[in-house]
């Protein structure tokens, strides 16, 4: 092409780029926006809290905030079948706090004062002492959002009692 040629080609397309991009500059990605349009794109203070509110849901799962809990089950122990459940308390992590998890288990047909193992993603997490066939366990897992993990209640032969769902 000659340069008389290429002078049109360049002015057209730079007049299709300003009136596709309503006469603003065409952003490089989508970390390049203005600050007034930030500004503009902004929720409300109170859409903000419904936001903030909405992330701190019950079973939120996301590690953002809020408590997630899954249902532990397993299969009957001498025709009883045991349950429990593992709570993620995740209220603080937003704020660079802890992760609290609590596990309660019941129904568990073994005599008292059993030790059973709490793994939490195959790495043991603390015992439960059974007492009337149940017991709690509560341990900070630090600053740490539970998403896609799973708690598991084994005998100290390794054999799985309970195990839950993957947090989501």
């Known amino acids: 092409m000659t340069a008389s040629k290429i002078v049109p080609v360049v002015a057209i397309g730079a007049l299709l ?8 500059a065409n952003p490089a990605g989508p970390t390049d926006v203005s600050s007034a349009s930030r500004a503009a794109r902004a929720p409300s203070p109170d859409v903000a809290s419904d936001i903030d ?14 408590t997630s809990t899954e249902t532990l089950t397993g299969p009957a122990i001498n025709g009883v079948t045991p349950s429990g459940t593992a709570t993620a308390d995740m209220s ?3 704020s660079g706090g802890s992760t609290t998890l609590t596990v309660r288990i019941r129904n568990v047909n073994l005599p008292n004062g059993v030790p059973v193992q709490v793994t939490f993603d195959f790495k043991p997490l603390g015992t439960i002492t059974l007492s009337n066939g149940g017991g709690t366990l ?10 896609f993990d ?3 209640i084994k005998k ?12 989501r």
Request: with cysteine.
């Open 92 to 94: 603080q992590f937003s």
């Open 138 to 147: 509560v341990s900070n897992l630090g600053h740490f959002g539970v998403s």
């Open 150 to 152: 799973q708690v598991r």
């Open 53 to 66: 509110a909405a992330h701190t849901s019950s079973h939120g799962g996301d590690g953002g905030g809020g």
């Open 156 to 167: 100290s032969d390794g054999t799985t009692i309970l195990s839950g769902g993957f947090f």
């Open 17 to 24: 780029l300003t009136v596709g991009c309503g006469g603003q």
